[in-house]
């Protein structure tokens, strides 16, 4: 079992819908949970960390679901702009930067 | 600009020469890292670097060394390129190694190896 997994997509939905994906990792000991944007031969950005408690970032929601493992990424009102591969992240041990990427989820909002 | 810089943009290399990509950051951040992309595969860790002078293996680091005489820069050297290391390669950075440190990249290496 891959130690991150995400659905690869691709997602093809229109403007204005709510895309919601989600992401499952192997180690329950994993400390912390990162969204990562990146656009076509563009470098990884960071999107937003994923807290215990879930945050907002405008239309982004970001949830952390310990016991089942995942956390997902919740987009409302999309824009033609959120075209993107978002990359789930995990940080596998405490005090190492040891951050293991899923493969990313391909996004395409369509006019 | 503050930020990475990655050298060359891309690159076409044949099998068996000797190649260092360059990486440079002027954030003063302490902690650097290699990664290659790979299609289907996503991003795996090469080497790290947590402060200047110290280096570490990463997931996939046979046929690449590193080094970090310094704050700002992080080189990668394939030794003796193989056509298996055709990639794309993100060099990043990170204000410490703690868990919660994002990782800040620079704009990519594309290279073929023919």
């Known amino acids: 079992r891959k130690e991150v997994e995400q659905d690869p997509g691709p997602f093809n939905v229109p403007e204005g819908a709510t895309v919601a994906f989600n992401c499952t990792y192997s180690?329950?000991?994993?400390?912390?949970f990162f969204w990562y944007r990146q656009d076509c031969r563009k470098e990884p950005k960071l999107l937003m960390s994923?807290?215990?408690s879930g945050n907002e970032d405008g239309r982004f929601t970001a949830q952390l679901n310990r016991a089942s493992q995942y956390i997902s990424l919740l987009i409302r009102d999309s824009k033609l702009s959120d075209s993107a591969t978002y990359l789930c992240?995990?940080?596998?041990?405490?005090?190492?930067?040891?951050?293991?990427f899923g493969q990313g989820t391909r996004l395409t909002i369509n006019p | 600009i503050a930020g990475i810089t990655q050298a060359p943009t891309s690159q076409i290399l044949a099998a068996g020469r000797r190649m260092t990509l360059r990486c440079t950051q002027d954030?003063?951040?302490?902690?650097m890292y290699w990664y290659r992309q790979d299609l289907g595969l996503g991003l795996r860790l090469i080497h790290y670097?947590?402060?200047?002078?110290?280096?570490g293996k990463g997931e996939v680091p046979d046929g690449y060394s590193v080094s970090r005489a310094n704050t700002d820069d992080f080189p990668l050297t394939l030794a003796s390129a193989v056509p298996s290391q055709t990639s794309v390669y993100f060099c990043?950075?990170?204000?410490?190694?703690?868990?919660?440190?994002?990782?800040?990249f620079g704009n990519g290496t594309r290279l073929t190896v023919t």
């Open positions: 990043a950075s990170s204000l410490h190694q703690g868990a919660n440190s994002p990782l800040h």
């Open positions: 180690n329950s000991a994993s400390q912390s």
């Open positions: 994923v807290y215990s």
């Open positions: 992240v995990v940080n596998l041990v405490q005090g190492a930067q040891k951050l293991v």
């Open positions: 954030m003063r951040h302490n902690a």
């Open positions: 670097s947590n402060t200047a002078g110290t280096t």
